[in-house]
Every structure is written in C-alpha cells, then in structure tokens.
C-alpha cells in the first residue's frame, strides 16, 4: 500500500479506507475556498459489495492507496450475470460481475480489449477505450428553425445507448463518443 494525500487520488484509484475494506474511486473533486481549509470529495465504491459512498477530507490529510495491477483482456461474452474476458497471452479466462461493468456494459463488444484492474487476481475495474464509435439507428427529425449551436437531439445508438446528438446528425450515421462522460464528441471519420 501507498500513502497518497487526498487531493492527488483519481477516478480509478483503488483506496483503503478506515473501515479496512477497499474502495474504487468513482469521482474525486478538490474544492479551495476563498478562506478556509481545502478539502476534497471523493465519491467511491466499496469493492467486496458494490456500496457507494462519498467522504470529504482536507487535500493534505494521507490515504492508504492499494496496489493495482492493470492487464489488457479480450472481452469474449456474457455468462448470465457475468462477463467473460480472456488473457490474449496466456488465454486463462476471468469472470467479472456485472455490477462491476455497471452502465457502460452496452459498450462492450465482442473481441474488444479492455483494460482490468486487479487487486490480488480479483477485478477491481474495468477500463474502456476513451473513444469508441458507434453508428446511430434512430434519431428524431430535425426540427425546423433550430439553431445547430445550441441544440441537441435524442438519439439511439446500435448497441442501444441514448446520447444526445446534434441536429444534422441521422441514422445510420457514424460516430465518436467519449465512454467516460456517454456523451457524442464528432462524426466517425470512416
């Protein structure tokens, strides 16, 4: 374990905590006031039962940081509430809960490496690519006398996600978005 001051913890960091257990972090935000003492908040998971919970400490106080071990896999299928993956070296398989996928599980594809994060063998999380593309299957019309700057439409991706879209933006068109917010960034370039 590392000792790591509260303001220098990020998203994906694994932490234990005074309870003993270890968390994942979900969102990590230092706030400095005008006066006062900095602090930071730090919304986190509990690994062993997918708890979440969020704790503020001032930015200088210490943090027991566990060790993780980051291994590209193979995302090969679903096994009722699980997710198969598979080590392209060695091809042993792993199996990692659904809850630990959460929201982002319709991005996984078939084939598509992905990175875990492992504490003693055991995932911890799952990384995707920062990017993805994904083609739009439905969209509502344009509305006449939008302006293109301002307004977004709903719009369904194939793997069945709902982002928001531009308005020039129609089924069957290509495009990039950003699997960490699950918001639309551009138009594919393929």
Known sequence: MAVETAA???????????????????????FRPGKGTPTTTIDMRRISDG?????????QEKLEKAFVEEVDYTYLY?????????????????????SLIGDSAPLLQENMTVILQLFNETPVLVK???????????TEPVVKGQTASSSYKPAVLDNGLRITV????GPGTRVVINTEEMTYETRAKD
């Open 78 to 98: 679903q096994e009722g509430e699980n997710f198969v993956f598979m080590h392209p070296e060695n091809f042993e398989q792993i199996m990692v809960p659904a």
């Open 8 to 30: 220098n913890i990020r998203k994906g960091n694994v932490i234990e905590h005074t309870d003993g257990q270890l968390y994942v972090v979900l969102k990590a935000e230092s």
């Open 51 to 59: 708890i979440k919970v969020s704790i503020t400490h001032k930015t």
């Open 128 to 138: 995707f690519p920062a990017r993805m593309t994904f083609e739009i299957a439905e």
């Open 166 to 169: 531009p308005p020039h933006i």
